[in-house]
C-alpha cells in the first residue's frame, strides 16, 4: 500500500478469486433463495463449529431471527450490555421485549459478571428471558461466568458474535471453542458488513445446535411460508384430488419476515470463508504490531485488554486516548489523524443514550460506558495494510498526541 494512501478504519479484502465466484452466480439459474444459500450455510457451520448456520441479509436480521427462534414477546425482558451497536436492543424490541441495559467495564466495553448481577438486579421480579453478551471489537465477554451465572435462573443467551467471527474462547473445563460453536449460548449472530472479518456484501448469519430453534428461523426468514408438502395445514387446497401436491402451492404459516440472503452475495460468502483462516491470521499479525508499538504512547493512549485465555481475532483495532490529558478534544483529533491519512471511527455511543431509548425508558446512570465511550477511537485494522502502514498510523497518532 502506497505511503500516501488514505488508510480507512476498516475495509474489504475482494480478490479476483472472489470476483470470479460472483460472475459465476450471476449467471447461474438462481439469483436467490437457491443451491448457493444452503451450500453457504453448510460451510459457515463447519467454520466454526455449530450444527446449523441460518444465513441472512444483515447482522440485524441475524440477531432479529435468533430473538424470533427464542420466542421473545411482549412482556418478556432483556439484558443488554448499552455499549454495542443499535441492533442488539433492537432485536428485541422488535419482538415486543422489554430491554435493560447493562454497564460495561470502563476499560474493555464489555459486559463483565458485576454489571450483568446489577441488570438483574434492577429487573427486580420481571421475567428475565435472555441476555445478549458482545463480543465487542472481537474480545470476548466471560462466557463461561455469565453461562453459570444465567443457567440455574432460566435465562438463554444469544451472543451478538458480530465483531468475533474467528475469535477463540474459553469454553470452561479447560477447553476452548470457536465463536459460532455456541459452546455456551443458544445461538449466536454474526454480520458479514464489508468492514467485518469476511464479507458477503450485506448479510449475517445465526448459528445454532438447536433443530427446533433452525427450523424456526428458516420459517422467519421467509414470510413464515412453508413449501414442504408434508407441513401442508390445508390438505384440500395443497393436494390434488389424485393426492399429489400442487406445484405452485405455499403456505404462510407464521407472520414472517424477508430476511433473504442472494445467491451471489453466498457465492462471495463461500469464496471469502475459504479465505478465513488467512484474514484471521493477518489480523492477529496486526494487532501484535499494534500492541507492541502503541505501548510506548501510555498513558496517553491505552489499548483494550482482550478477555484472558481467548485468542481474539479482532474486527476493530480500539484505544483509548485521555483527551483531557492533551488539551485536545476527540474531534480535534480525529481531524489531525485524517490530514495525516489516518481514518477513525467512535464505536459507540451507548445505546441508553439513544433518544428512542431515552424515551422510552428514561435516563440512566451507567458511568462505566460513558467512560469507555469518551476515550474511545477506532484505528485501521484489516487484512490489507501492510507492517509499515501499522507504523503509520503509530507515527500519526504519536504526532497528534504530542
Request: net charge neutral; with cysteine; hydrophobic share 40%.
Amino acid at each position: 500500500m502506497s505511503t500516501n494512501s488514505f488508510l480507512p478504519y476498516g475495509r474489504q479484502s475482494i480478490d479476483a478469486d472472489d470476483l470470479a465466484a460472483v460472475a459465476q452466480a450471476l449467471q447461474a439459474d438462481y439469483l436467490t433463495t437457491g443451491p448457493g444459500v444452503g451450500r453457504f450455510e453448510q460451510a459457515f457451520a463447519a467454520a466454526v463449529g455449530s450444527r446449523y448456520a441460518v444465513a441472512s441479509n444483515s447482522g440485524t436480521a441475524a440477531l432479529h431471527l435468533a430473538c424470533i427462534a427464542l420466542g421473545l414477546q411482549q412482556g418478556d425482558v432483556v439484558i443488554v450490555p448499552t455499549l454495542t451497536f443499535l441492533a442488539t436492543a433492537n432485536a428485541a424490541r422488535f419482538c415486543g421485549a422489554d430491554v435493560i441495559f447493562a454497564d460495561v467495564d470502563p476499560d474493555s466495553g464489555r459486559l463483565t459478571p458485576a454489571a450483568l448481577e446489577a441488570a438483574l438486579a434492577r429487573a427486580g421480579s420481571a421475567k428475565v428471558k435472555a441476555v445478549l453478551p458482545v463480543h465487542l471489537n472481537g474480545h470476548c465477554a466471560d462466557m463461561a461466568t455469565i453461562r453459570a451465572m444465567t443457567e440455574a435462573k432460566g435465562i438463554k443467551i444469544i451472543e451478538d458474535a458480530c465483531h468475533a467471527l474467528g475469535t477463540v474462547h474459553q469454553s470452561g473445563n479447560n477447553s476452548t471453542a470457536k465463536v459460532g460453536a455456541c459452546a455456551l449460548s443458544e445461538m449466536a449472530c454474526f454480520s458479514l458488513h464489508p468492514v467485518k472479518t469476511m464479507t458477503t456484501g450485506e448479510g449475517g448469519v445465526t448459528t445454532t445446535n438447536d433443530p427446533k430453534q433452525y427450523k424456526t428461523m428458516m420459517l422467519y426468514r421467509s414470510h413464515g411460508m412453508v413449501r414442504e408438502p408434508s407441513e401442508f395445514k390445508h390438505r384440500d387446497l395443497g393436494f390434488a384430488p389424485d393426492g399429489q401436491a400442487n406445484p405452485w402451492y405455499y403456505e404462510m404459516q407464521a407472520l414472517g419476515w424477508n430476511y433473504r440472503i442472494t445467491d451471489f452475495a453466498c457465492a462471495l460468502g463461500e469464496s471469502q470463508l475459504r479465505k478465513l483462516p488467512r484474514f484471521v491470521e493477518r489480523r492477529r499479525q496486526l494487532t501484535a504490531l499494534y500492541d507492541a508499538q502503541l505501548a510506548a504512547l501510555a498513558p496517553r493512549l491505552k489499548v483494550v485488554a482482550k478477555q484472558a485465555g481467548d485468542d481474539a481475532a479482532l474486527h476493530l483495532y480500539a484505544v483509548l486516548i485521555d483527551f483531557a490529558a492533551i488539551g485536545k478534544s476527540r474531534a480535534q483529533v480525529v481531524a489531525e489523524l485524517k490530514a495525516k491519512g489516518v481514518g477513525t471511527q467512535v464505536h459507540y455511543l451507548p445505546v441508553h443514550q439513544q433518544p428512542y431509548y431515552r424515551d422510552l425508558y428514561g435516563k440512566l446512570d451507567l458511568p462505566g460506558a460513558d467512560s469507555y465511550y469518551e476515550r474511545q477511537l477506532s484505528i485501521p485494522l484489516y487484512p490489507d495494510m501492510t507492517d509499515h502502514d501499522v507504523t503509520r498510523v503509530v507515527d500519526a497518532l504519536r504526532g497528534v498526541l504530542g
